[in-house]
Every structure is written in C-alpha cells, then in structure tokens.
Antibody
C-alpha cells in the first residue's frame, strides 16, 4: 500500500521559513516523480511543484516560484518543500502527492495518483 | 493563464446519473483528470488520461473529453458519492485544477 506522510507544518511568520517533509513507502520511491499540491481553507486545489525522479528537474507554480524549493533524497524515500518568505496567502493544507508520468515531452504531463493526509501551514504574525 | 471552469454545485437523486462538466479552451487536446474529495479527506484520483480508471475505482465512474469540455459521469449515484469533484489538466508544465463541483445526492 502506498503511503505518503507529511511533517514539518505549523505556524510561521510572514517572511520566515519552513521546511516540509514527506516520507514515502509501499512503492519504489526513486521510480516516481513527486509533487506538492495545496488547498487553502475552504478553497480548491492548487498545484505547487513537482520534481523529477532523480531530482534534476523541477517545476513550480508561478505563485511560489523564487520562494519555494522542492528537493528529494531517494536514499531516504523523502521529498521536501522549503518555504521561504511565506505570505498569508500561502496558508493551506499541503499535500505530498505521487505523480504518475504519462509524457515528458515537451513538458511533463501526468496525474496525481496517491495523496498524503496533508499538513497545515499557517502564515501569520 | 489557462483556466478550467466547473459549476459550483450539482444535485442528483440516488440511483440516477450525475454529470459533472469541466470547460477549458481546447481542453479536448489535453489530457484531463478527475479527483474526488470528501469532507476532511485527501483527494482521490478517479479518472486519468480522459477515460482511464485506476484500480479500485468503481465502473460507475467514467470520463470523456472532447472539444472544450471534459465530463465526469457517475452512474447509479449513491449517497457515498456526495463530495467535491475537481478536474485537472496541464498547461506548459503547470498543473491546472478546476474550482471544483460539489455533488449533492438528494
């Protein structure tokens, strides 16, 4: 059974920093692209970022580009999201998601086939 | 930026067919996915590549995508199908989600 467990959420001040972690199990972690998707309270889903299997390629939503950094450690079956200079509008539940790749040309296309339970990040002073 | 439009809500009686649509410019030229999210739970993938169902998803759920509209069809709707449904497609390397449709089973 695929399991994705997020950690590292909580309260962070605007302009501060936070690092989210996600541990995967039940599948061959290094064979999958991974993603982060977030959901503001009472709102819809918003894709944040995804990362290639070997970590060499990353894609970000315009809303977080330059502030968030996604990385992975395949030896630890983990992905991370470094959240820098957060804003109030970054307050959301952040989901770690396994990405099923369909095609990589010209840009990655796929589907989000397994989701973690989510972790809340609250940006407030 | 690319946008996907969904009706905020749809109602259906138990046992009948529910149809949830998602509109976007030339959406039929892109792969569409559908996700179900029940209150307090994480989303679940229902349909990918327009029509494919992951293992474990009942055959009652089906998808289509043509022209500017992707459609999720739920046959023999049950009370347990009451949830929010999101469509999703891709635009230049970015995943785009629709705003979601709340399905109410009356």
């Amino acid at each position: 059974e695929v399991q994705l467990v997020e950690s590292g959420g909580g309260l962070v001040q605007p302009g501060g920093s936070l690092r989210l972690s996600c541990a995967g199990s039940g599948f061959t972690f290094k064979d999958y692209w991974m993603s982060w998707v977030r959901q503001a309270p009472g709102k819809g889903l918003e894709w944040v970022a995804h990362i290639r299997r070997d970590g060499s390629d990353k894609y970000y939503a315009d809303s977080v580009k330059g502030r968030f950094t996604m990385s992975r450690d395949n030896a630890k079956n983990s992905v991370f999201l470094q959240v820098n200079s957060p804003r109030a509008e970054d307050t959301a539940v952040y989901y770690c998601v396994r990405f099923g790749l369909i095609s990589i040309v010209p840009t990655p296309v796929g589907y989000f086939d397994s989701w973690g339970q989510g972790i809340l990040v609250t940006v407030s002073s | 930026s690319y946008e996907l439009t969904q009706a905020p809500s749809v109602s259906v009686s138990p046992g009948l067919t529910a149809t949830i649509t998602c509109s976007g410019d030339k959406l039929g030229n892109r792969f569409a996915c559908w996700y179900q999210q029940k209150p307090g739970q994480s989303p679940v993938l229902l349909i990918y590549q327009d029509t494919k169902r992951p293992s474990g998803i009942p055959e009652r759920f089906s998808g289509s995508n043509s022209g500017n509209t992707a459609t999720l069809t739920i046959s023999e709707t049950q009370a347990m199908d009451e949830a929010d449904y999101y469509c999703q497609a891709w635009d230049r390397g970015a995943a785009v989600f629709g705003s979601g449709t709340r399905l109410t089973v009356l």
